[in-house]
């Protein structure tokens, strides 16, 4: 029953770190232009977010098989700790960059921890606990916001805000290391043969592990659920870095615009109920690929909707389910085409590419912005995703058809 115990706590602590960093995250943006930094920079500010994980997403993955999830999340929400006490003391957007990095580092490893606690068990069993896991991150990413937008709203000067909510947030990164603490006297920490943790920070051995991730990518459901996250979170990366700036512009107030980030955390969560009917009715890469292009019209339609509060909140809704939808059914894709032994790099190179898309997200979109303005950039971003997601969309249908007609060419044997 101790399995169920882990599984749980993989559920509960996902929504509680996620909490911490939605309180975080819409308003290290903010902070950053309170301090002077302009798109550009902000845009190079978040990019520095996803450096290090490209670099450490696969022995991520290695060590989480090695040494066991729960000391991972202890290692990761340590790094969550320095990189919010370092946001405190900034003084400079240098300062702002390396806590950023330390961030990263800290998503990459807690949210594979995390993914890998929640993926063990049966087909069944798993795929419940995915779709509750995604439930309750969507709804830490719907309540961080809002306490942060309390937090800051208290506060006359919004930079004291910005600055007092990060402290709030390193105070519950603390509460998570003490539940870790008490979690790991009773995990059963796998034991790592002599040398090989030594072995898989090596430059050999990070080479290695990288190489045995690409491996993963020979499984074509592999392959589909890399390319419908990789645009989700794409887009997830932009309007985090960028939305709450643009929407300042029209006006928003702090508590504004954390309460319509903490809209779109609901909306992920409560798509959730659905999944399980839209499974029933279409293929998952089908579900995956439409969620895909509705997210991308979403970022065509932000600057229509951005001067009407109640259209926002309304696209705001929209993007927010195609997200909830996207996470569990690209996961649900992935680890059903490999071994529970090989799951800690499966969700290493998940993650892998997500923070790929992530770098070249906010890089590229704070580029054009900073020549065209925020307006165009989103229209001319979202255009380029919509046609890239109806190619995907083409593309899955094409495979779906193709796996039923093999299926009829190849019926299995009868029994007699």
Known sequence: MQADTFRRFGIFGGGLFFAI???????????????????????????????????????????????????????????????????????????????????????????????????TGDRETRNKAITTYSMWMSGGSMLGPLLGGLITFAFEAPADGYRFTFVAAAAATTVFMLLLACLSRIYPHPVPAVGEIRSILSFRGVTTSYRQGMDLTSHRPVQFGLVGTFVIMYIQALYSGFLPVYLDQFGYSAFHIAAILSWQGMAGMLSRFVIKALMRRFSLERILSVAGLLAAICVVLTPLAAPNAVVTYLLIFTLGAAAGVNLPVSMMIMVDAVGESQHGKLMGLRLLVNRFSQTISPALFGLLG???????????????????????????????????????????????
């Open 21 to 119: 960093t939605g309180m975080a995250a819409p308003f290290f943006t903010l902070y950053a232009s309170e301090m002077g930094a302009s798109t550009l920079a902000i845009g190079l500010i978040v990019t520095s977010r996803a450096l290090l994980p490209i670099i450490i997403a696969m022995p991520t993955g290695q060590l989480i098989d090695s040494i066991g999830s729960v000391k991972m999340l202890q290692i990761g929400s340590a790094l969550l700790l320095i990189s919010l006490l370092n946001t405190v003391f900034a003084t400079s957007v240098l300062m702002l960059t390396v806590s950023q990095l330390f961030m990263g580092a800290c998503i990459i490893i807690m949210a594979t921890a995390l993914q890998v606690l929640v993926s």
């Open 370 to 416: 900073s020549f065209v303005g925020l307006t165009a950039a989103f229209l001319a971003g979202g255009a380029v995703l919509v046609a890239t997601m109806f190619g995907f969309s083409a593309y899955a249908s094409h495979m779906v058809r193709t796996s039923v007609a093999n299926a009829a060419s190849n019926p299995s044997p009868k029994e007699d």
